[in-house]
């Protein structure tokens, strides 16, 4: 055993004379060794994992590890047992941070080999209470995604009650202060993986413990309504709606809207940093809970917000069109934003001088994704230039640009914009648009506004009523 011990220390990189060491090492661990020797090897195994100054070293004391636990478990629930799990977590192990990845890593790692022992419960018990204990210190993505992973795999482990409720509230915290600080693409990709693991845990909470979603909603609604800090809230928040149940969407919102405690300030905080959740590339439902919490302002009457919030990310929003992966949600936004800003233009005119650009790029990409959306986008500016005409400069070059799609006709326009207007629009079209008003008593209708007709419109209208030319008529 000591020759052993003895070739292991001499390991640093992957040569054959090394991995014929590891093979011997292996192998050794199924013959059998006294108790003394079997803790002389989880602790340099241990080590090696650890503090391995290559990843080589560190791979091969996981495998020495797993090789002596598998066949000597006896020894190793008396190595791993409680007492050496809180120490790892609290003190950390040699020069490692108790909140290094790496130890939570190991730990995942040596429950394994404690299934069906007397401690496994013990352990388990004590694991809901640290790591409950660490989120609370909102660690980062790298190591919030190391405790879902090791949730994911040992369920017994996450915190149960009421815990579970704060755990799910503090992991709503962790999230919306996760960031990527690098642009490299290895490491983006690798952030959204970690973010991915997180989700993944709410998931499988979400659909066992339901008591826990309406608490995490309103610990979200807290993170994204606070006026505190400049940044924001990380957009990876919208993993927290992932998997909430639309069914209770509505009861949701209803609840939100109509609660008199919240701000202006704060409902207009929080519906912005939705919206920013549509540049978050695994955003599921984003866009049906945006569009939710609107509709929902709309039915109070809180015009204002809906009006400030449009004006300041419609054109986020129709920027994200360019993007594939995030289109669809984007789209889906941008109609409903469009089409119930009926009181002026200002929207849709913000959006118009970039129109021709975003359908030559769509075109150029020739996918599914991007001919839906020109097609989609086609209909919904007919509609706008139908309900706001009368800018014939600023119209032409969208025109032009949409030239190869059909227009819709008269009563599907009609039609979409009587169906997505803000409540206090709907009483008020006459005024507003007098294409889509009945004809009068007379059988006669005002002419359209072109821009530069109104004068002779009242000139028509003032002849309509005197009745002496109608009567010489």
Not at 249 to 278: F, G, H, P, R, Y
Not at 316 to 345: C, D, E, N, T, W
Not at 402 to 407: A, E, S, V
Not at 451 to 473: P, R
Request: hydrophobic residues 40%; neutral net charge; aromatic residues 8%.
């Amino acid at each position: 055993m000591d020759k052993i011990l003895e070739n292991m220390e001499k390991m640093w990189s992957h040569d054959p004379t090394s991995m014929k060491h590891v093979k011997r090492i292996k192998e050794a661990a199924k013959e059998p060794l006294d108790h003394k020797q079997c803790m002389a090897m989880f602790e340099l195994s241990t080590k090696f994992i650890m503090s391995g100054d290559t990843q080589f070293q560190k791979d091969v004391g996981k495998e020495v590890l797993e090789a002596f636990a598998q066949n000597h478990t006896a020894d190793f629930e008396i190595f791993f047992n409680v007492k050496f799990i809180l120490k790892l977590l609290q003190d950390g192990y040699g020069t490692l941070s108790k909140r290094s990845s790496d130890i939570l890593e190991y730990i995942q790692l040596g429950l394994k080999y404690i299934q069906g022992n007397t401690s496994v419960d013990e352990a388990f018990h004590a694991l809901q209470i640290e790591l409950l204990r660490l989120v609370c210190e909102k660690p980062g993505s790298k190591l919030c995604a190391c405790v879902c992973k090791l949730l994911a795999e040992y369920p017994q482990c996450i915190p149960s009650g009421r815990f579970q409720v704060v755990f799910c509230q503090q992991l709503v915290r962790c999230i919306g202060q996760f960031q990527c600080a690098s642009q490299d693409e290895d490491e983006i990709v690798k952030f959204l993986d970690e973010v991915n693991k997180v989700s993944g845990l709410f998931q499988q909470i979400c659909w066992t413990q339901t008591t826990a979603i309406i608490p995490s909603l309103r610990e979200l609604f807290t993170v994204i309504s606070s006026t505190v800090g400049s940044d924001g809230p990380s957009n990876a928040l919208a993993i927290v709606v992932h998997y909430v149940p639309l069914e209770i969407m509505d009861e949701v919102i209803q609840n939100l809207v109509n609660d008199d405690s919240i701000t202006d300030v704060a409902m207009k905080t929080a519906l912005n940093n939705m919206i920013d959740w549509l540049s978050w590339p695994l955003a599921k439902n984003a866009d049906k809970w945006i569009i939710g919490l609107m509709k929902g302002l709309a039915a109070v009457k809180e015009f204002s917000i809906l009006i400030q919030v449009t004006l300041s990310k419609i054109e986020q929003v129709f920027s994200r069109l360019f993007y594939p992966i995030l289109r669809q949600g984007a789209l889906s936004v941008l109609k409903y934003m469009l089409l119930s800003f009926q009181h002026s233009s200002d929207a849709f005119h913000l959006l118009a001088p970039q129109i021709p650009k975003l359908m030559a790029s769509l075109s150029k990409e020739r996918s599914n994704s991007g001919i839906s959306c020109q097609q989609q986008l086609s209909e919904l500016v007919h509609c706008m230039i139908f309900r706001f005409s009368g800018f014939p400069d600023l119209y032409e070059p969208v025109i032009e640009a949409l030239k190869g799609f059909p227009i819709p006709n008269e009563g599907k326009i009609k039609q979409l914009i009587n169906h997505s207007a803000w409540a206090w629009q709907e009483n008020k079209l006459e005024p507003l648009y007098p294409k889509l008003v009945a004809k009068s008593k007379t059988g006669k209708t005002g002419v359209t506004n072109l821009g530069n007709t109104c004068y002779m419109n009242s000139v028509i209208q003032a002849l309509f009523m005197a009745s002496e030319i109608l009567c010489t008529g």
